[in-house]
């Protein structure tokens, strides 16, 4: 059992800590920076890689804390300017490749602390030498996993940052439905969204191309996240199949039907 004395890692059944972490972290770290974001100039990455390192390493990682990540979040926050704010659920890729040529839009990881970590896997271990880079908890082994407790955290300020019209790509072909309320927008981030300062939410819910149609924004689940924003004081609209990202969609589909430009 996880409680014996055992010179090997703990077995967990997510995928263990990216090897060469340290330079991933501190090579995506540069060469943000030297995007030549100016508001970043002060940042120090051999600092920031060491505050990851101290939030981790050596720890039970189903013990994460958010006070494990607080010197991570301060040493890399910034501000992200208003209307820039894109939300997504179940969308990764689409929504990526979208703000990766529509700059007027920012995801959580186009700004610096998303950008460094996208994709990679951490965790520790009690025992030498405190990492575990055979495997990690997943989000569902145990409620504060060092992933769940650090995307939680840092989505929750991403929210907490945004301001004006901000967006959200959810994905309508999602036998669930395209809004979840166990997903990390819909339990941590429209709860953090500031009605004080955002003034409109717009949803953008896409389909996959000749994928299914489970879900459109007269569908249920939408009702359900309307009812939330609406009860919160959002201004909320919603539009099926946004023409400019379903071209996107459209590059990898060319000839379906519905990327048809002579409509
Ligand atoms: O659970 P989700 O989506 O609703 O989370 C997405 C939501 C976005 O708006 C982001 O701002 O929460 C934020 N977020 C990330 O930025 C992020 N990057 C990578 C949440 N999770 C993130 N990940 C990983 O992808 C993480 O491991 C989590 O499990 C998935 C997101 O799952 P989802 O259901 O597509």
Known sequence: SKEEANPEPLRWQGRGTTRNLREIVLGRCYSYLAE??????DKDCLKIWESLKAAFVHKNPCNATTEDYRPLMEL?????????????SRTYDLVHL??????????????????????????GDPSA?????????KWSECERSSGSVFWKMASKMFAEAACGVVHVMLNGSIEAGAFR?????????IFNLNPDKVSEIRI??????????????SGYS???LRNILEERNFKITCEDNYRPVQ???CVHNPDHPDCNLCI
């Not at 926050?77 to 209307?83: L, R």
């Not at 979208?98 to 990679?120: A, I, P, Q, R």
């Not at 030498?129 to 908890?137: A, D, L, R």
């Open 36 to 41: 030549g974001h100016a508001e970043l100039r």
């Open 181 to 189: 309320t166990s997903s990390v927008f819909g339990s941590v981030e």
């Open 98 to 123: 979208y703000s990766k040529c529509n700059h007027h839009f920012l995801t959580l990881e186009d700004t610096f602390l998303g950008y460094m970590l996208d994709g990679l896997s951490w965790c």
């Open 129 to 137: 030498p405190g990492i575990n880079y055979e495997s990690c908890p």
């Open 247 to 249: 071209l996107l969609q």
């Open 204 to 217: 953008w819910l896409m389909n996959d191309i000749g994928g299914p149609q489970s879900d459109s924004c």
């Open 76 to 88: 890399t926050s910034h501000p992200v300017p208003c209307n820039k704010s894109l939300f997504w």
């Open 222 to 224: 939408i009702k359900k």
